[in-house]
């Protein structure tokens, strides 16, 4: 990519990596062969004030016909497909369960979804492997997707069998006896097609089933351990919601200074542990080394994934959100996915392009007249009032105009920043053109005014998200009984238009976790009205000097933070021993609160996340009566308390993976 002589070279490349994130990719190499086929293009590029002037202006530059695009994706291989589950029958006849349904996956995942019936056998075979392994959803979720994707009609009756059995584990009796009355009727359909042996192996296991259904009892031969899968519950927001932001708590509210630009600020008195916000994002997505482990769609992590009908390259965790996700933004993803990854693209950029996936050109052309940024505006709700777009919530349509004003600094930014980012517009102009996005055919290297339009927009989101993206998290907890060991783990990015105008400090009042992808902030310390909320982009007082952290969110976010802990230089976690007392001095009162933060710990130590939270939330409200921070037993509270939070959201086990049952041979 092209670089300044001018701009600060740590600053530089923060930006570019928002750009081309991955060193192998072609992006770079591209940009620089049309810079050396127009060596002036500086004298024009930099008289152009709009991005969309700038996005055309670079499709016209030579040898930007030189980027031809083609479908670069992961196949389907039927080939591959039957070698996979053949296998997983294999592992499966050895009662390795977990290995054959990896198996299995692998198979349908590379199977075509027509013209051959790999998928649902693949599918079925998985249902079983899944059956003994207590997944009863995810076993009767695959008996009706191989039944409805070609399963073989006079094998059906196993399906029916397995599902009766699946509802006997559940102890809905009524419903095994309906799906043993479903198998019945498929094997006398079907009699004459199998052999007098299976007939009556069949006919037999069906009349087993049937006295166990009738005496309301479990099936002896089979020991099954349910997996009872844990459901983050979401929170309600505290106080209600903010009429003018519905994302937002009604404790908090948006305004605006010039000196911080938009920020949220405390409406009524907040306290530890309140809800402030709870939003899904505009638009998603995952990281690349993430793509097979979670769901493309609602992050989930994968058990059994759903494959895509026509790529190898995303699963899904159910057949709505494949369907969800191929009625929306997969469609102009699936066959270019690699290609795009091939530039190098960031996270940020792919997500650039989702935004624009995930909408119709109808929709960007109804409210083009409400597209003038507006950093300033923080009430997008008077732009709704003639709001009339068939198909689309006006949520939606809210949300979009949110995320399009958010900050993106175009004022800030040098000509080699302004250019690498309209040469990656084009090429990714040029990948959506090729997925029939727009209706209107035109040449590859020519471009309509619609074109350049939806160009410039992927541009402006790029712009935003370098300042606005927030990152998706699961969190791992290596055991069931205790709260440690335990980490952060990273899956993918997001917009949340309305949380993102939460500013950042050194010494944040809140944080956030996920649960699956939408966001939730929850607060960590008491806030007075008036007073501004705030995130953390990542650097905190305590465990970084001002001088590193300064300079990291200057190069990263282009802001000199002016929170408490900058303005008074607040040292690091161990140094933060001084106890300043708001009134008179109170020890006794501090000690009695100190049994509270004991007490919230050693929950937290037992894995008891709830009655942790509920303890320390307790003693940070009441101390924050006695004294002013900084003080380490406090900081050790929050940062306790927002691991809880985290417990709170998505949370995987480490014996998750583990887990067998008695069934399963090792």
């Known amino acids: 990519m092209l670089k300044s002589k001018t701009e600060d070279d740590f600053r530089q490349r923060c ?34 004030d709009t991005d969309e002037e700038r996005v055309y202006y670079c499709t016209m530059l030579n040898k ?10 992961k196949q389907k291989n039927l080939e591959i497909a039957k070698v996979k589950r053949a296998e997983g029958n294999e592992a499966y006849q050895k009662k390795r369960y977990k290995q054959a349904m990896m198996l299995y996956t692998m198979s349908a995942m590379k199977a075509p979804s027509s013209g051959d019936d790999t998928l649902a056998y693949s599918i079925a075979n998985r249902s079983a492997c899944l059956y003994y392994m207590g997944d009863l959803k995810r076993c009767m979720a695959d ?21 009766a059995k699946c509802f006997v584990q559940m102890k809905q009796f009524d419903k095994a006896k309906s799906a043993l009355t479903a198998a019945k009727k498929n094997l006398e359909a079907n009699k004459s097609k199998f052999d007098e042996k299976t007939l009556n192996k069949g006919i ?65 008195p907040i306290q530890a542990g309140d809800t402030l916000a709870v939003e899904e994002p505009f638009a998603a997505v995952l990281y690349p080394d993430k793509l097979g482990s979670n769901c493309d769609n609602c992050f989930a992590k994968l058990r059994a994934a759903v494959p ?11 057949e709505a959100c494949r369907d969800e996700a191929c009625n929306s933004f997969h469609r102009y993803e699936c066959q270019f996915q690699d290609l795009i990854l091939g530039l190098g693209s960031s996270g940020l950029v792919r997500l650039a392009y989702r935004i624009v996936a995930s909408q119709s050109l109808k929709f960007f052309n109804n409210i083009k007249h409400n597209l003038n940024v507006d950093e300033k505006r923080s009430e997008i709700e008077s732009l709704a009032l003639h709001y009339s777009i068939p198909g689309v919530s006006k949520a939606t349509y809210l949300s979009y105009l949110n995320l399009f004003n958010l900050v993106g600094l175009d004022s800030l930014r040098w000509t080699e920043d302004l250019f690498n980012r309209a040469m990656m517009s084009v090429c990714l102009l040029k990948i959506l053109k090729s997925t029939q996005y727009f209706p209107d055919k035109s040449d590859q290297d020519s471009f309509t005014s619609d074109e350049v339009f939806i160009g410039s927009l992927m541009m402006r989101h790029m712009n935003v998200l370098q300042f606005n993206a927030h990152e998706i998290y699961e969190f791992f907890r290596g055991d069931r009984d205790r709260m440690k060991p335990f980490k952060n783990n990273m899956i ?60 990291e969110l200057s190069g990263r976010y282009w802001f000199e933070c002016d929170c408490q802990a900058c ?98 041979k090792r």
């Open 15 to 48: 930006s570019e990596v928002t750009i081309q994130s991955e060193a192998q990719g072609h992006f770079g190499k591209f940009v620089k062969m049309v810079e050396e086929a127009n060596p002036k293009f500086r004298e024009t590029f930099d008289t152009l």
């Open 64 to 73: 930007m016909d030189h980027m031809v695009v083609k479908p670069v994706f």
């Open 143 to 163: 008996i009706e997707f191989a039944m409805a994707h070609g399963y073989p009609d006079q094998l059906r009756y196993k399906l029916y069998e397995r599902k």
């Open 204 to 268: 037999k296991s069906l009349k087993d089933l049937l006295a166990s259904i009738s005496q309301k009892k479990g099936l002896d031969d089979e020991v099954i351990i349910v997996d009872e899968e844990q459901t983050p519950v979401v929170p309600k927001l505290s106080k209600g919601y903010n009429k003018k932001m519905q994302n937002l708590s009604n404790l908090v509210k948006v305004e605006h200074n010039e000196d911080v630009g938009r920020h949220v600020i405390a409406a009524k």
């Open 308 to 318: 895509c009908p026509n790529c190898a390259g995303v699963g899904y965790c159910s």
């Open 492 to 551: 993918g990015v997001g917009v949340y238009p309305q949380a993102s105008y939460f500013n950042h400090s050194c010494h944040p009042g809140t944080t956030r976790y996920n649960i699956g992808k939408k966001l939730v902030l929850k607060s960590l310390t008491p806030i007075l009205p008036g007073q501004e909320v705030c995130e953390n982009y990542g650097q905190v007082f305590y465990f970084k000097t001002k001088t590193e952290r300064q300079k």
């Open 567 to 664: 303005r008074e230089d607040w040292p690091l976690l161990m140094e933060n021993s001084k106890i300043v007392w708001k009134g008179d001095e109170n020890m006794s009162a501090l000690e009695d609160l100190d049994t509270i933060y004991d007490c919230g710990s050693d929950f937290m130590e037992h894995g008891q996340g709830k009655d942790a939270a509920e303890s320390l939330t307790e003693y940070i409200n009441e101390v924050s009566k006695l004294i002013d921070p900084p003080l380490e037993t406090v900081i050790r509270a929050q940062d306790k308390l927002r691991t809880c939070f985290n417990d709170m959201g998505t949370v995987l086990f480490q014996d998750t993976a583990l887990k067998i049952n008695p069934q399963e």
